[in-house]
């Protein structure tokens, strides 16, 4: 057995907790540049713990998931206003701007220069300016994890920049920030939190650190997805969903992913829907191709033997019957309103693209089991 783990330096959790945050923000830096949503007024509570502890900022409001351009233009901002770090507060997608700016601030050249697949690949040479994450939904995890996901519209893909050296310093995880997020956001961040803990659950590079946490991680969700979905200011619901959320970026981070993944990269790049709605609307058909094709080719049976325990953490039979867990899942998101993969403009005539695109991302390498053409073009029809 040989394993690695690395995370944040710090976390903070709790609820009201960036309210405390205040000498944490005082001791950051002279000037941060403040990354936020389209929606600039969910990031009024960080701007008010500014204002009193007298830390002057500059803000850079992100719409949607970011491009490159939208690094190169933080970083630009940053350094016209002599920012020497970044806080970013909002969804996954502004933590991976704010994580990605705070990267090219400290390394020299153009953020395409370190990107994989459209760019050189060049390795990060310096640490990233200081960066502090505060996640206001509960999905990514991308507080504790050490990519950055950028969009390229022009060559219609999603690639990461990643370094350990982009890993924060700093994530302040407060359930209150997610209190009041439209429901369809809590479905589809909470069904991207369970899939970024059974994916590292049963993948190639699992290890005894992210199985503790996925398990802790996936009785949460189970036990709070359906009541923060249908109470969105149950304080417990939330905050279980954010430790949920946190500990599947902390196992992506540390253990990989799987075939869900390896298809939400090129879905994401080839049609404009939400990144937790496509994971959604796959998981449970990539759960049913995984387990047919180990019970046919994996002698071993270490990840069939996951599957079944993951059908006990969700539906808290001691002896679940075979599929249990998929019949789970396959109500939860049919109960949380998430659309087929249809409904984002997915037709079969797309399925041949998606998976030459699937078979080579990097998630898909990590799948419990290697997974045929055929059966990659079954779980989208599937899907659809
Ligand atoms: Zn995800």
């Known amino acids: 057995m040989q394993f690695e783990f690395a995370t944040a330096t710090r976390i903070i959790f709790g609820p009201g907790k960036l309210r405390e945050a205040g000498p944490a923000i005082k001791s950051g830096g002279k000037r941060p540049l403040v990354v936020t949503g389209k929606n600039v007024q969910r990031a009024e509570p960080l701007l008010q713990v500014l204002h009193e502890n007298n830390v002057e900022c500059s803000t850079f409001s992100v719409s949607g998931e970011p491009t490159i351009q939208t690094v190169r233009d933080g970083a630009a901002l940053a350094k016209a206003e002599n920012c020497d770090w970044v806080i970013g507060i909002g969804g996954g997608s502004v933590i991976d701007a704010g994580k990605a700016i705070a990267a090219m601030m400290n390394n020299d050249g153009d953020v395409l220069d370190y990107l994989e697949i459209i760019g050189q690949g060049k390795a990060l040479t310096k640490r990233s300016a200081r960066f502090m994450a505060i996640p206001t939904t509960a999905g990514t995890g991308s507080e504790v994890t050490r990519n950055a996901v950028l969009a390229s519209p022009q060559h219609k893909l999603k690639v990461s920049l990643r370094s350990p050296k982009m890993l924060p310093d700093l994530a302040v995880v407060d359930p209150d920030l997610t209190c009041g997020l439209p429901v369809s956001v809590t479905a589809s961040t909470g069904l991207d939190a369970l899939t970024q803990l059974i994916e590292p659950y049963v993948c190639l590079r699992a290890n005894p650190m ?147 695109h699937a078979k080579n991302a990097s998630s898909m390498k990590a799948n419990p089991i290697l997974l045929t053409d055929e059966e990659l073009a079954e779980i989208l029809q599937r899907a659809m």
């Open 210 to 356: 992210t199985d503790a946490i996925c398990i802790e991680g996936i009785r949460r969700v189970a036990r709070s997805l359906r009541n923060a979905f249908k109470s969105g200011n149950d304080p417990e619901a939330r905050a279980d969903m954010c430790v949920a959320s946190l500990f599947g970026g902390m196992a992506l981070a540390n253990a990989g992913l799987g075939a869900v993944h390896g298809f939400a990269g090129p879905i994401g790049g080839m049609f404009s829907a939400p990144h937790g709605e496509i994971c959604a609307a796959l998981l449970a058909d990539v759960m049913e191709v995984n387990m047919r094709a180990l019970r046919e080719r994996d002698n071993a049976g270490v990840a069939i033997s996951r599957y079944y325990y993951i059908a006990r953490l969700l539906n808290g039979d001691a002896k679940p019957a075979a599929g249990t867990g998929v019949e789970w899942i396959r109500q939860l998101v049919v109960d949380l309103g998430i659309p087929r993969l249809s409904a984002h403009g997915i037709k079969s005539e797309h399925i041949p693209e998606i998976v030459k």
